[in-house]
C-alpha cells in the first residue's frame, strides 16, 4: 500500500483508536502509569520515634512508584537496604537494579506472595515487610 498523506492519517487513527478500545493496553505495563522511584524518603511512624525508608517518585512526592532492571539512585538503594535489613539479602547498596537485585526480589516475592517479575511497584510495596528505624540513632528497630 502506498503511504498517502491519507493512508498515515487512517493508521495514526485505527492507532489510537485501539489504544483507547485498550487494544495496545497490554503493551504499557500497569506499574509505568505510577513513574519510577527516582528518590528515598524517611517516613515518620506515628508517635513511636520511629521512621521508615521508602523508595519515592520524587516529582509527585509519593511512596507509589515503581524500579526494574536498569534503574538507579537513592530508591535502588532503599530497595536493596529493605531487602537486606528484612530479608537478610547481602546486596552490595550501589544504587543499581542489576541481576543481582532482580534475583534478590524475585525471592523476595516469591516469599511475600506478590507477582514474582523482578519489578518493584505497588503490589510489592504493600506486601513486603518495611524496616524500622529509631529516630534517635538511625538504628534497625524492626521489621513490619
Known amino acids: 500500500m502506498r503511504r498517502t498523506g491519507r493512508n498515515r492519517a487512517l ?8 489504544a ?11 506499574h509505568a502509569a505510577d513513574g519510577v ?7 515518620p511512624n506515628g508517635s513511636t520515634g520511629r521512621h521508615f525508608v521508602y523508595p519515592i517518585n520524587v516529582a509527585n512526592n509519593t511512596i507509589y512508584c515503581y ?19 528484612c530479608y537478610g539479602k547481602k546486596l552490595e547498596l550501589d544504587g543499581i537494579f542489576g541481576s543481582d537485585t532482580r534475583n ?3 525471592d523476595v516475592q516469591s ?7 523482578g519489578v518493584y511497584g505497588r503490589e510489592t510495596l504493600t506486601k513486603m515487610k518495611w524496616a524500622r ?12
Open 11 to 18: 493508521l495514526a487513527t485505527g492507532t489510537l483508536l485501539g
Open 20 to 30: 483507547l478500545m485498550g487494544v495496545a493496553s497490554a503493551a504499557v505495563p500497569a
Open 37 to 43: 522511584c527516582t528518590g528515598a524518603a524517611s517516613v
Open 67 to 85: 524500579l526494574q532492571s536498569g534503574h538507579t539512585g537513592p530508591g535502588v538503594r532503599a530497595l536493596q537496604k529493605n531487602m537486606n535489613s
Open 104 to 106: 534478590a526480589l524475585r
Open 111 to 117: 516469599r511475600i506472595g506478590a507477582a514474582v517479575d
Open 133 to 144: 528505624y529509631s529516630n534517635e540513632t538511625g538504628a534497625k528497630y524492626d521489621c513490619v
